[in-house]
């Protein structure tokens, strides 16, 4: 019963996540298409969704998290400093990874990070002392591996679209993201295990303080994206109504990614955030109408093989933790 109980909650926190990302993805692409007003203005300053979602997270985090501060007064929680660090690789790596679209085409890109489970497994077992299952290699494997054939599948001509391709910097960009990645959520991980009374609202609430503050300084400060943006939404109400939808699917999705995080760790949460591009891609497929190609039959085949078996094993271990027997939603 146990184990039932925690693949259903996991099964929470990935439709969650899923859908909340899902639909941020459709509204920011009418962001990035859309022409606003009589004009037809543009959105140009894409880059500051991230700097507006931060602070939108922050204090949504912040009234939900003051409530209940005094009833965890005794719960040995994480003081605010702890994810300075962890912030600070947050904001960056995201940033490489939209500068790597610029030079490489967006299945090249999932390609490229399909392979992200590899840094979270390494940079684990290096800062927070982790230790991995031969199985659970094999799980990221064919994962990475499903994703990385059924994207290449994709990538015929869509170099072409791009106005000034640099693939070498585009697949160093990357590796950036994704080395800094695998930081963020090594990071989160030991603050969770020093910190075991840390609820996933308060890792939210303070990482997007942090990130609130790095991004403010870079649109406002060392540039005027932030000046330009809010100067855009003012003139244009329906793009500011669209930014604000995009911020609360932003801020849902993080309630369940940092949830996932503390109750069933960092690599489980880079599994499904990666996956979800692989779905991106397959549901356009199969929207519009193509027909999957054998190669890609196997690689859906290898990554629904990997979920499955990756979400029977962490459903078995968190079950058999005494501490997370009884999971509260």
């Not at 140009?44 to 912040?62: D, E, R, V, Y």
Request: aromatic letters at 12%; glycine letters at 8%.
């Amino acid at each position: 019963m146990a184990r039932l109980q925690t693949f259903g909650y996991l099964a929470v926190c990935v439709l969650g996540i899923y859908a909340s990302y899902l639909t941020q993805g459709v509204v920011q692409e009418r962001l990035s298409t859309t022409k606003y007003g009589l004009i037809g203005a543009r959105f140009a300053q894409m880059k500051s969704l991230n700097g507006i979602q931060s602070l939108t997270c922050f204090l949504w985090a912040a009234l939900l998290v003051l409530p209940f501060k005094a009833r965890r007064a005794g719960a040995q929680t994480a003081p605010w400093t702890a994810y300075w660090r962890a912030a600070v690789t947050n904001s960056v790596g995201p940033a490489c990874g939209y500068e790597a679209l610029k030079n490489i085409s967006y299945p090249a890109q999932v390609l490229a990070k399909s392979c992200k489970m590899v840094p979270v497994m390494v940079l684990g077992t290096i800062i927070g002392g982790k230790r991995y299952s031969v199985l659970e290699y094999i799980c990221s494997g064919l994962i990475g591996g499903g994703i990385s054939l059924f994207a290449a599948q994709s990538m015929s001509g869509a170099s072409k679209k791009l106005s000034n391709p640099n693939a070498p910097l585009g697949y160093a960009l990357c590796a950036v993201n994704l080395i800094l990645d695998g930081y963020t959520n090594a990071a989160q991980d030991k603050i969770h295990a020093q910190y075991k009374g840390t609820s996933s609202l308060v890792t939210m609430c303070w990482m997007n303080f942090w990130c609130s503050i790095y991004n403010a300084a870079f649109l406002f400060i060392f540039s005027s994206s932030g000046y330009q943006a809010v100067s855009f939404c003012l003139q244009h109400h329906q793009a500011a109504v669209d930014v604000l939808l995009f911020c609360i699917c932003g801020a849902i999705g993080q309630l369940f990614i940092f949830e996932t995080i503390r109750e069933f760790g960092s690599l489980t949460n880079t599994m499904i955030t990666t996956t979800r591009k692989f779905f991106n891609i397959l549901l356009s497929v199969l929207w519009n109408g193509n027909a999957l190609a054998p190669q890609q039959w196997a690689a859906v085949f290898m990554v629904f093989s990997g979920l499955l078996t990756s979400s029977y094993l962490k459903g078995r271990r968190h079950s058999a933790r005494p501490d997370k027997v009884k999971t509260k939603g």
